[in-house]
């Protein structure tokens, strides 16, 4: 629904505002709708009314969508100065701030602490014992691993730890007095299978009762699923409900870090046919845009984008086709597996568009790999105070 609109804003009102460097007809391009990112985020807030909902910054760290989610009353789950500092420009609280990263050098909890961040989530001794030193009093969360099966892009092992671990990092921080407060998992990000969350809760609540200690926050993560070509994926209801199933009657303060939820269907990436080949008997279609520069997440054809070419009749007859991107490196090939059809008469210069692709692409853009620029973000629509009330 969310990404309709966004081509609607493409085919009607372009060019309305220059987010960076990015010239409006510039090919490639991200063209993101700030309508929809405070329409995405409504959607949340009303699917998961009792869940405090902090973005993950890393999905689209543009400072109008930080601004604009500051305005919308969101929290922010940081994982660097960088994104610390972009959110304190933005407006954000530090009140409304967690450092979702376990991974942290000193320099980074002493810049969070001078900031005024209090949240922490933690997955191993020596973290705790590194938030024991520069962040004293602290609130502290710990993050278990939980089977991430169904996810698109699995964290497979890089964190997270058992329930009777995450009880002996609770008890370690407590002993070490800071607020040894809350536990909390990632089920790895676009998962399909909402019983993910059951199983994350479910190893909290085996974590707590291993702890003793009364858990006053339990973090559900990010993970929550967006449409692309792969079909259909549940919605943020059906979710809600098996989160809502799994607690029962247990009410700690729920906090979620969506990423992708709030920003993929804002925005269409906008690339330009360079080449049509025939390689070994497969039609090989270049485009302006690569892994470099952008769809990071087609590496092993994780995500696969919902195509449109807006040159070409919604009925032109299409075929299969290899999708390359244009750097010189042999893993710039977006798909060569995946059922990608595109018109037969697909030439050079003419336009295909990424659907849903507002997270996880300009933040992932190399500086210049190869020469080519960063994917610049333009904005289309963007909102007047009328169109985001509260
Ligand atoms: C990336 C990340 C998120 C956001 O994940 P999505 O799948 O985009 O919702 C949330 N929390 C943490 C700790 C993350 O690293």
Known sequence: MGAQRAVQAHEGALTSHDASSGRPSESPRLELDLTVVAQSFRIFERSLPHVEPAYAVKANPLPEVLSLLAGLGASVDLASVGELDACLMAGFEPGRMSWGNPV??????????????????????????????????????????????????????????????????????????????????????????????????????????????????????????????????????????????????????????????????????????????????????????????????????????????????????VGPVVLAGPTCDGDDVLYRRADVRLPLDLAPGDVVEFLGAGAYTSSYASVGFNGLPPLPTVLVNPPTPERTPD
């Open 104 to 317: 942290k050098k000193p320099s980074d909890v002493r810049a969070a602490v001078a900031a005024g961040v209090t949240r922490f989530t933690t997955d191993s001794a020596g973290d705790v014992d590194l938030l024991a030193r520069e962040a004293p009093g602290a609130s502290v969360t710990v993050r278990l691993a939980v089977g991430d099966n169904g996810s698109a892009t699995p964290f497979a092992g890089k964190f997270g730890v058992a329930p009777d671990e995450a009880a002996t990092l609770l008890r370690r921080a407590r002993d070490a007095r800071l607020r040894a407060h809350g536990l909390g998992f990632h089920p790895g990000s676009q998962q399909a299978d909402p019983s993910s969350w059951r199983r994350g809760i479910a190893a909290c609540r085996a974590a707590a009762e291993g702890f003793g200690g009364p858990i006053g926050e339990l973090n559900l993560g990010g993970g929550f699923p967006t449409v692309h070509a792969a079909g259909p994926v549940p919605g943020l209801r059906e979710i809600a409900a098996a989160i809502d199933a799994e607690l029962g009657d247990w009410r700690p303060h729920l906090v979620a870090e969506p990423g992708r939820a709030l920003v993929a269907d804002a925005g269409v990436l906008v690339a330009e046919v360079v080449l049509v080949t025939e390689r070994a008997g497969r039609r090989w279609v270049y485009l302006d845009v690569g892994r470099y520069q952008g769809l990071a997440e087609t590496e092993g054809e994780m995500i696969v984008y919902r195509l449109h070419c807006p040159g070409h009749r919604p009925d032109a007859a």
